[in-house]
Structures are given as C-alpha cells and as structure tokens.
C-alpha cells in the first residue's frame, strides 16, 4: 500500500499510531477551543456596541430636547398671548352685540 505524503511527513518526524491520533485530537481541540473564544469576544465586542450606541442615543435625545425645549416654551407663550386675545375680542364682540339690542 503507498504511504501518502501526509503520513510519510508525520512517519519522518516519529509521529505514528497513538501519537497521531493524539496530536490531530489535540489540535481539534485547541481549534475548537479557539472558535469558542473568539466566538465570546465576537459577541463581548457587540454587546459593548450597543452599549455606546443606546448611550449615545441617549445623549442625542437630551440634547434635542434642550434645544427644542426654549422653541416649545415660546410657543406656549404665543399661543397663551393669543388665546387671551381671543378671549378679549369675543368679549368686546359680546359688548357689541349687547350695546346694539342684540341686533346684527
């Protein structure tokens, strides 16, 4: 039977039988031990993103809301100027129509 080179490679540094088996074992394992970890830093380094993420999201919505707050408060402020404006004609039409013996 010929010796592929693989084995011919391993038989030139003494690696036969038990001993092959063992180290192609032992670095399946390693591999696997590997992707484990790096699987966990994969995943460490997403949660640590969408850490920052809703962190600055946060921020962004805070600094919206301090800039968009004065715009709000001048709003209020016009529209309460105006309602009572509101109130004062109605009451002065009222007055008219009351001075004129409620005709139109």
Known sequence: MAES????EFKDFGITGKL???LV???MGIMLL???WLAKVVLNIQEDRLKMQ????KEMIEEVKS?????VEKVNQA???VDSAAVKVDSV???????NGGKR
């Open 54 to 57: 809703d962190r600055l999201y």
């Open 67 to 71: 800039q968009v707050s004065p715009a």
């Open 93 to 99: 039409a009222q007055q008219q129509k009351e001075r």
């Open 20 to 22: 092959r088996t063992g």
């Open 34 to 36: 590997a992707i484990g």
């Open 5 to 8: 080179k693989q084995e011919k």
């Open 79 to 81: 529209a309460t100027k």
């Open 25 to 27: 074992t032992g670095m």
